[in-house]
């Protein structure tokens, strides 16, 4: 894997604005993510994550400002094209083409991803569900395998493509605990491998405990940046989650 | 001069006949997702039944209107409910294959029960007129563009102010939302379903006092509903007006002046293209999948 | 295997003294399961119901006409080029319909094979030619006889089957299915979505461009109103729903009841045949909306 040059970002957000009709759902976002950071992104529901995802990924294009990665404006370009480039996205409604088997969906992304022929896309997929656990289900359809497996099955299909940056948008939503600290220690190795991630979530341990810095997004604009420390303090952060059911954790 | 303002008016009153039967294809769609297939069918058996109610028992049409909105909704409300009901939550393409097979069914089992022949309802009044500065305005003609404004202005008026209206409100824009809040699913889409029969229905009886109907007439109705729909935006009711109107004057002004084959080939070509270019309808507050 | 007895029964049936009436009714399957299957290639693999197939078979239909009754070329490099025709003018039609979701793709598609039928009814008026005869038909040359179709429509058939076979196992395959199941997700991962869907698009006209010069030839004479008529484009989708969109033999076996269904009540009760078809839709969407091979498939 190609490191960027160190003074570089490799994901940079410029003045990121989206609006859909009279709803502004982000506006004037600046952020920049370092290669092999992972970076956390959180704000109460509605605060504009997903859509700040999209914009990456090119699902939509931003009224205003750019998405630079590795160093070339991306805005504008289909998913797919992002997507080969380096850059891919789980969602937060999982999403899988349930008649495949296990096996075929991680296949999708290495053939078409990472523009593997058949043979090799095959293998590297089956070492892939290896690693993320999944190897005892390779052969089954995948819309009759559980709910954490198909957010595991999400992540591997993501790492078939080989992508680079990695965005999570609630990957471990309706998780236990257990399952949890289980989907830390896999992200834990992914970045191990070079891999940069930014992470969209709700259990405030889980990204205050992962995140290397953290973006704070309230009503599509940002409100703090810092490490988890920083955050948990910021009282911008408090006020934001004043009346949600949350109360910010300090990080262990 | 005189010529164009002809054309105008056959076009602005052919528009509101558009309106008329494609209010309920765009209130259904709007609701459920559904793109019936088998609308124009809906528009047949209005006609038909006015048609034979006429026919055999010398009722005029505009009396069996009642009776065309009741019956057409009842049919409506029950296939919805016992049949299309049971896709709804499968991905649309599913839905209108079926709503298709449905349109097979009725639409040959009309055919073969009552024969391919042409048929008219032709009352004493039938070509009475108005004419206002040389402009002929026939009566039922005036009448369907009445009724479309009725429709337009009634569905709008039961979404907006009823507490029915607001249930299939809730229901077409987060189905589990609404669920959650008491609303019964079923019931709201059967009846949806039901009204948008209903109004159809009756258009079709007033469409057989002045068009030939025929039991194959459906297809192209619903085609044209869905033109209709389109340019003024699905799910959109009062769009259903500005959709008739524009595709009625251009059709007529086109028949006028170029060709009349032209105006088909003409519709078609200006759906693609609208689909293409602006699929939210000419006001852009239609639904885009 | 089956198949290889089955072909090879298949391939001596006109030699083996049939009736000719057999070797007609074979021919005419071997073509529909060709179509069925070119329909099969788009939309059974990709979920895109395209309403408007007939618009590339008619746009066969003709230009094999014109090529052979006006320009006299010979009846192989009329087809092939046909088939060039329809896939060209499926390009710039595909590019803007396929971006569209569902429903206003089976629209576009619809309103497309409709101005197609227009504009060739409208032609000689418009352009001011005398290009057609009559109701806008085109008479061709008397070609061979029912065996000559018999071994072209058999070998059409495999090669659409073939095709079907060879697209599920590929890449471009996985693009389609990708497709199918969670279009946005493909994209994310990778795939270029518009591009697959146009290639399956292309790949389809062709084939159905192709066959619609092979059934012009057969029919000696052809009108807009026979070779762009929507019942064309019901059947296929018909025998693929039945037979089981998306896999590879779906189509024969679709294609091959309907196309007898269709013999048996065609001419004498012509509306029974059309409302089985749509208690057959019904019944498969309702109950089986695999269709059968995919239904017994799942055993």
Request: hydrophobic share 50%; with cysteine.
């Given at each position: 894997?190609?490191?960027?040059?160190?003074?570089?970002?490799?994901?940079?957000?410029?003045?990121?604005?989206?609006?859909?009709?009279?709803?502004?759902?982000?506006?004037?976002?600046?952020?920049?993510?370092?290669?092999?950071?992972?970076?956390?992104?959180?704000?109460?529901?509605?605060?504009?994550?997903?859509?700040?995802?999209?914009?990456?990924?090119?699902?939509?294009?931003?009224?205003?400002?750019?998405?630079?990665?590795?160093?070339?404006?991306?805005?504008?370009?289909?998913?797919?094209?992002?997507?080969?480039?380096?850059?891919?996205?789980?969602?937060?409604?999982?999403q899988s083409f349930k008649e495949m088997t296990v096996l075929e969906n991680v296949l999708v992304g290495g053939l078409h991803g990472k523009n593997l022929r058949l043979r090799e896309a095959t293998q590297e997929a089956e070492e892939i569900l290896e690693f993320v656990g999944l190897g005892r289900v390779k052969g089954a359809i995948s819309g009759s395998i559980t709910v954490p497996d198909r957010r595991r099955l999400e992540l591997a299909r993501v790492l078939a493509t080989g992508a680079e940056v990695i965005l999570l948008d609630e990957n471990m939503a309706g998780l236990n605990p257990a399952e949890v600290e289980e989907v830390l220690k896999l992200l834990m190795e992914v970045r191990n491998q070079g891999k940069t991630l930014v992470v969209v979530e709700h259990i405030m341990q889980a990204v205050m405990g992962i995140s290397d810095r953290?973006?704070?997004?309230?009503?599509?604009?940002?409100?703090?940046?810092?490490?988890?420390?920083?955050?948990?303090?910021?009282?911008?952060v408090i006020e934001a989650y004043l009346g949600e059911k949350h109360a910010s954790h300090r990080p262990n | 001069?005189?010529?164009?303002?002809?054309?105008?008016?056959?076009?602005?009153?052919?528009?509101?006949?558009?309106?008329?039967?494609?209010?309920?294809?765009?209130?259904?769609?709007?609701?459920?997702?559904?793109?019936?297939?088998?609308?124009?069918?809906?528009?047949?058996?209005?006609?038909?039944?006015?048609?034979?109610?006429?026919?055999?028992?010398?009722?005029?049409?505009?009396?069996t209107l009642p009776l065309s909105f009741f019956l057409l909704f009842v049919f409506g409300y029950l296939v919805q409910r016992f049949v299309i009901h049971r896709v709804v939550e499968a991905p649309p393409m599913i839905s209108y294959i079926l709503t298709f097979g449905i349109h097979l069914i009725i639409a040959y089992s009309a055919l073969w029960v009552w024969t391919a022949d042409f048929r008219a309802v032709t009352t004493s009044y039938s070509g009475l007129n108005a004419t206002i500065g040389g402009v002929i305005?026939?009566?039922?003609?005036?009448?369907?563009?009445?009724?479309?404004?009725?429709?337009?202005?009634?569905?709008?008026?039961?979404?907006?102010?009823?507490?029915?209206?607001?249930?299939?409100?809730?229901?077409?824009?987060?189905?589990?939302?609404?669920?959650?809040?008491?609303?019964?699913?079923?019931?709201?889409?059967?009846?949806?379903?039901?009204?948008?029969?209903?109004?159809?229905?009756?258009?079709?009886?007033?469409?057989?006092?002045?068009?030939?109907?025929?039991?194959?007439?459906?297809?192209?109705?619903?085609?044209?509903?869905?033109?209709?729909?389109?340019?003024?935006?699905?799910?959109?009711?009062?769009?259903?007006?500005?959709?008739?109107?524009?595709?009625?004057?251009v059709q007529s002004l086109i028949a006028t002046y170029l060709n009349a084959g032209l105006s088909g080939a003409l519709t078609f070509i200006l759906l693609f293209i609208v689909l293409i270019v602006r699929p939210a309808g000419i006001a852009g507050k239609g639904i885009v999948d | 295997m089956t198949l290889l007895p089955i072909t090879i029964c298949l391939l001596i049936v006109p030699l083996a003294g049939f009736s000719g009436y057999l070797v007609r009714l074979l021919a005419m399957i071997f073509l529909w399961v060709g179509k069925a299957g070119?329909?099969?290639?788009?939309?059974?693999?990709?979920?895109?119901?395209?309403?408007?197939?007939?618009?590339?078979?008619?746009?066969?239909?003709?230009?094999?006409?014109?090529?052979?009754?006006?320009?006299?070329?010979?009846?192989?490099?009329?087809?092939?080029?046909?088939?060039?025709?329809?896939?060209?003018?499926?390009?710039?039609?595909?590019?803007?319909?396929?971006?569209?979701?569902?429903?206003?793709?089976?629209?576009?598609?619809?309103?497309?094979?409709?101005?197609?039928?227009?504009?060739?009814?409208?032609?000689?008026?418009?352009?001011?030619?005398?290009?057609?005869?009559?109701?806008?038909?085109?008479?061709?040359?008397?070609?061979?006889?029912?065996?000559?179709?018999?071994?072209?429509?058999?070998?059409?058939?495999?090669?659409?089957?073939?095709?079907?076979?060879?697209?599920?196992?590929?890449?471009?395959?996985?693009?389609?299915?990708?497709?199918?199941?969670?279009?946005?997700?493909?994209?994310?991962?990778?795939?270029?979505?518009?591009?697959?869907?146009?290639?399956?698009?292309?790949?389809s006209a062709f084939f159905l461009g192709l066959i619609g010069g092979i059934e012009t030839y057969w029919l000696t004479y052809i009108t807009p109103h026979m070779v762009f008529d929507v019942l064309i484009t019901i059947q296929m989708v018909v025998m693929s729903l039945l037979g089981g969109m998306g896999t590879v033999f779906g189509p024969a076996v679709g294609a091959s009841f309907l196309t007898v269904l269709y013999e048996l009540f065609h001419r004498d009760f012509p509306y029974t045949y059309t409302i089985l078809v749509g208690f057959i839709i019904v019944v498969v969407v309702l109950l089986m909306p695999k269709g059968i091979v995919g239904t017994l498939r799942k055993r």
């Open positions: 894997m190609k490191k960027s040059k160190i003074d570089k970002p490799i994901l940079e957000g410029k003045h990121l604005t989206k609006n859909f009709g009279a709803l502004v759902a982000v506006h004037g976002v600046d952020f920049s993510v370092e290669q092999g950071e992972i970076l956390g992104l959180i704000g109460p529901n509605g605060a504009g994550k997903s859509t700040l995802f999209n914009i990456l990924m090119g699902v939509y294009v931003p009224d205003e400002g750019e998405v630079v990665f590795k160093g070339r404006t991306v805005s504008g370009l289909p998913p797919h094209k992002i997507c080969r480039m380096g850059m891919a996205k789980t969602s937060q409604i999982v953290l973006i704070v997004l309230n009503y599509g604009e940002k409100i703090a940046e810092g490490t988890p420390a920083e955050i948990a303090d910021h009282r911008k | 001069m005189l010529l164009f303002l002809q054309s105008l008016i056959n076009g602005i009153l052919l528009g509101g006949i558009y309106a008329s039967y494609s209010a309920g294809f765009s209130l259904i769609f709007g609701v459920m997702g559904v793109i019936n297939i088998f609308h124009g069918e809906m528009v047949m058996l209005g006609a038909f039944l006015t048609y034979w109610l006429f026919t055999l028992f010398h009722i005029d049409p505009f009396l305005i026939p009566y039922a003609r005036l009448a369907t563009f009445g009724l479309a404004l009725i429709v337009v202005a009634g569905l709008y008026f039961l979404l907006k102010k009823t507490e029915t209206g607001r249930a299939i409100q809730a229901a077409a824009q987060d189905k589990e939302m609404a669920r959650l809040m008491g609303v019964n699913i079923t019931r709201t889409y059967a009846l949806t379903f039901g009204i948008g029969a209903a109004v159809t229905g009756v258009a079709g009886s007033l469409i057989s006092t002045y068009f030939i109907i025929f039991p194959q007439m459906g297809l192209s109705y619903t085609i044209m509903a869905f033109c209709v729909v389109v340019l003024g935006g699905m799910g959109y009711i009062p769009g259903t007006l500005w959709g008739g109107l524009i595709l009625g004057v | 070119c329909w099969n290639i788009l939309s059974g693999m990709t979920g895109y119901i395209d309403f408007g197939a007939v618009g590339y078979y008619g746009i066969g239909s003709y230009a094999t006409a014109l090529l052979m009754s006006k320009a006299h070329a010979p009846f192989l490099v009329s087809v092939l080029v046909s088939g060039l025709v329809s896939a060209l003018i499926a390009l710039p039609i595909g590019l803007p319909t396929l971006r569209l979701r569902g429903a206003y793709f089976g629209i576009a598609t619809l309103a497309f094979a409709e101005a197609m039928k227009q504009i060739i009814l409208e032609f000689d008026k418009t352009a001011g030619v005398r290009f057609f005869e009559g109701p806008h038909g085109i008479t061709l040359p008397i070609g061979p006889g029912n065996e000559f179709f018999y071994y072209f429509g058999f070998g059409v058939m495999v090669v659409v089957i073939a095709m079907t076979y060879w697209i599920r196992r590929s890449k471009f395959g996985y693009a389609l299915r990708a497709v199918r199941e969670a279009e946005q997700a493909a994209e994310l991962a990778g795939v270029d979505t518009l591009s697959a869907k146009v290639k399956a698009y292309m790949i």
